[in-house]
Structure formats: C-alpha cells, structure tokens
C-alpha cells in the first residue's frame, strides 16, 4: 500500500536539529522524499505499523506533528504531480545506484 508520511518538527529548541534529522534518515529508509518534510512509502502492513512506532519513538509530541495518509493499493488516480520535482512510480520505474 502507499503511504504518504508528512512531519513538522521543531527547531525551537536544541534537539530539534537532531530530531528532524533522525526523522528524515528513518523515512528515507522506508521511501522517497517527494516534498522536504513529506514522503511517499510502499509498505506492507506490518512495515507501516513499524514505521509508525519508529517515528513516534523518535518526535516529541508537545512540539511535533506526524501525519500518515494510508493511499492503499488503488492509489494511482489520487495523486497528480505538476512542477519540476521528479518523482518515480517505485513499481513502475527501473532505478540504478
């Protein structure tokens, strides 16, 4: 399924910095940034509940936000992209390193 991970943290105290940086780096390992503080993952269920108990671990939730919009696997027609950021279909496109 895909799910879409948005997170504000912040930077007004001194572990902030740190924080957002440990956010980013765990989401970055599940997806693909397709906005600074946003990211699209493909996950299974069991990949999504760990995300979410990782990421929750990681915010403070006096200060930060987290969001997860669960697309499904019929997502596809909800999602249209304008601008210059290019983002690639994980199912679609071939991706080398």
């Known amino acids: 399924m895909l799910v879409v991970v948005a997170y504000d943290v912040s930077l007004a ?3 902030g ?3 957002l940086r440990r956010v980013a780096k765990k989401c970055e390992a599940y997806g693909q940034r397709v906005q ?4 699209e993952c493909y996950l299974d269920y069991d990949n999504y509940v760990k ?3 990782e990421l929750l671990a990681l915010i403070d939730q006096k200060v930060d936000s987290l969001k997860f919009y669960q697309l499904g696997k ?3 027609n909800k999602i249209e992209t304008f601008g210059a950021k290019q983002v690639f279909d994980l199912h679609k496109d071939t991706l080398i390193f």
Not at 36 to 39: A, G, H, I, R, T
């Open 51 to 53: 995300l979410k108990v």
């Open 13 to 15: 105290d001194k572990n």
């Open 36 to 39: 600074n503080s946003v990211f």
């Open 17 to 19: 910095v740190r924080r």
């Open 74 to 76: 019929n997502y596809a």
